[in-house]
């Protein structure tokens, strides 16, 4: 699972990466299921890991 945390961070330091990969996120996150609804918030942590920025959230 490590390699593949480690790949995504890496694809996402690329701005189009993160861009389709947070639109995909949010298109999944409109489904009805309680699953769905989390993807996006785990989507945007990563991009914001990958991007190096400084994002708190309460």
Partial sequence: MKKYK??????LKDHDEAV????????????EDEESKHL??????????AQGLNLRLS
Avoid: P, Q
């Fill in 6 to 11: 480690e790949w995504l961070i890496e694809k």
């Fill in 20 to 31: 389709a990969y947070l639109n995909a996120a949010l298109e999944e996150s409109l489904k």
């Fill in 40 to 49: 996006f918030l785990l989507a945007l942590r990563n991009v914001v890991e």
